[in-house]
């Protein structure tokens, strides 16, 4: 079961050794649960199975299009944040990723500190929207959830 203390953080990118540092970087950085995978349909999958806070996405993957896969994340998984981390370096595309639900757009190569701050920033705003359901929840329930703090 998810518990906020525990993030858990996919990356997804076909380029192994990539995979291979960004994993490192932020495992080194205190992060325990992270994934890697090397395809679009392979981080759909992972994220239907558990519940992950943040995906750093490469745009340009073997299976699928990363806006595609972003797409399908924002939709079906609207509580990830999803970060893009690509080569592609040209404005339109970063303002499309973002207008489609990209919390951050990063270029690379990705500098370590850009990197976890990028992510910390991911795993805070998860945070957020994860509480604001739960108050909402609990706010437009019918029935009182602890009736015995009424008994007085």
Known sequence: MFREQ???I???DDEQHLLDSLALTL???GYEHVFTCTQGSEVLSLLNEQRCQVVLLDLFLPDL???EVLSRICTEHPYASVIIITGNNEVETAVRCIQAGALDYLVKPVEQKRLVTSVDRALKHSAILLENRRLRSRLLHQEVQNPQAFEH
Do not use: D, Q
């Open 27 to 29: 495992r080194s950085k």
């Open 6 to 8: 525990e993030p858990s």
């Open 65 to 67: 299009s990363g806006e």
């Open 10 to 12: 996919i990356i997804v």
